[in-house]
């Protein structure tokens, strides 16, 4: 009766002790997968603050080729990419492509901005990781037809 009443006891045990790591392992996955999320909502707002900053240009259309957007089209140039720090601490970095003039709305001539975020693989290297990409389009406010 001892040696069943302690084998009960220790597969009560065993059984606790899975469950206890199965809810644990669910706890540290979920926040994980919050954390990615944090990470990418920080890149997409980042992504769509540079957007708005592109929209600036389109009551001074003619200079956006001259602004620094133009050159910020190399990742691996410090000089042509931005930067910033996310809310949750990681480096950003971003480059912006300005497309050739098409028709873009209601046949007004404007330019698609392509906007692609990186975050650093390793801050010794000089590889980076894609995280999301804002294309914008803007037109010429001042142009009439």
């Known amino acids: ?7 009960l006891t220790l ?6 002790a899975i469950i ?5 392992s669910m ?3 979920s926040v994980q997968t919050t954390v990615n999320s944090q990470h990418t909502a920080d890149a997409l707002n980042y992504g769509r603050d540079l957007g ?3 929209q600036s240009y389109v009551f001074n259309y003619g200079e956006i080729l001259n602004s620094r957007y133009a050159s910020m089209n190399d990742i ?8 910033t720090l996310s809310p949750a601490n990681k480096m950003l970095y971003a480059t912006t492509e300005i ?3 098409i028709p873009v709305l209601y046949n007004h ?10 975050e650093r693989n390793d801050m010794n290297s000089n590889q980076f990781d894609f995280l999301a990409e804002y294309i914008t389009a803007i037109t010429d406010l001042n142009e009439t037809n």
């Open 20 to 24: 206890s790591m199965n809810i644990r």
């Open 27 to 29: 706890y540290v996955q």
């Open 1 to 7: 009766m001892a040696t069943g009443q302690t084998l």
């Open 52 to 54: 708005e900053r592109v």
């Open 99 to 101: 497309g050739n003039e």
């Open 11 to 16: 597969a009560s045990i065993v059984l606790l």
């Open 76 to 83: 691996n140039d410090p000089a042509g990419r931005d930067s």
């Open 109 to 118: 001539q404007g330019r698609l901005i392509t906007i692609r975020i990186y």
